[in-house]
């Protein structure tokens, strides 16, 4: 293999590598996205379950025990 056929195969190979990188990129930055907006609803709905829990739970009146 001569120097210059080295070369192209080099060039070739950094040329699909940066492809793949950025390919990847935009892979991990659609996920990223994704992450957020699942972030966010979870956390709407853990605010939303706690009020409703707070809601459905029994008024427990305060009373003195029998020994006071």
Known sequence: MTTEERLVELEIRVAL???????????????????EQLTKKLNALTDRFLVLEEQAAPEVPVTRPPHW
């Open 17 to 35: 590598q940066e492809k793949t990188i950025e390919e990847l990129s935009s892979v991990v930055t659609e996920h990223w996205k994704t992450i």
